[in-house]
Antibody, heavy 121, light 111 residues
């Protein structure tokens, strides 16, 4: 059974840092690209970051570029998101999601349960 | 402002059919078959319901179907059931951004 379990969320002051983790199981983690997606309270979904299966390609949303760093450790079946210089507008539930690609298209077929990040003084 | 446009709400009675639209441009919805639909119940993670415009993952009831015409994709829920009440989000790949774009979400109410 595919499982994605996020951890590391919590309350942090503006300007602070936090590191999120996503533990993967039930599939060959190193074969899949991964994403972080967030959802502010009462709002819609927002793509945050992408990483290729071996980490060779990385992309960020404009809203987090220069402050967030995505990484992965395939030996530990884990995905990470280092978040620095946090702002109130970064307050959200953060989800990790597996990117599945067929021969014709890609989608995100499995999502974790999310971890809440609250940025407040 | 979301890149893809969805109606904020939709509703129907049990047993009826409801269609939710997702409008983009030739650069996203109209240009690729990467449209996906996600269902999200309150406090829960999104769940993939439709991918590649019209394909259903294993375990998703065939009451859920997807289609696309031009720059607009649609999700149809037939034979509405109480458990279908949730938020629905569309997503598409864009040629300029591997992250893709989401719609703003549609709250489906089963009357």
């Amino acid at each position: 059974e595919v499982q994605l379990v996020e951890s590391g969320g919590g309350l942090v002051q503006p300007g602070g840092s936090l590191r999120l983790s996503c533990a993967a199981s039930g599939f060959t983690f190193s074969s899949f690209e991964m994403n972080w997606v967030r959802q502010a309270p009462g709002k819609g979904l927002e793509w945050v970051s992408y990483i290729a299966n071996r980490g060779s390609s990385i992309y960020y949303a404009d809203s987090v570029r220069g402050r967030f760093t995505i990484s992965r450790d395939n030996a530990k079946n884990s995905l990470y998101l280092q978040m620095n210089s946090l702002r109130a507008e970064d307050t959200a539930v953060y989800y990790c999601a597996r990117r599945y690609c067929s021969s014709t298209a890609c989608t995100h077929d499995y999502w974790g349960q999310g971890t809440l990040v609250t940025v407040s003084s | 402002q979301s890149a893809l446009t969805q109606p904020p709400s939709a509703s129907g009675s049990p047993g009826q059919s409801v269609t939710i639209s997702c409008t983009g441009t030739r650069s996203d919805v109209g240009g690729y078959n990467y449209v996906s639909w996600y269902q999200q119940h309150p406090g829960k993670a999104p769940k993939l319901m439709i991918y590649e415009v019209s394909k259903r993952p294993s375990g998703v009831p065939d009451r859920f179907s997807g289609s696309k015409s031009g720059n607009t994709a649609s999700l149809t829920v037939s034979g509405l059931q109480a458990e279908d009440e949730a938020d629905y989000y569309c997503s598409s790949y864009t040629g300029s951004n591997i992250l893709g774009v989401f719609g703003g979400g549609t709250k489906l109410t089963v009357l």
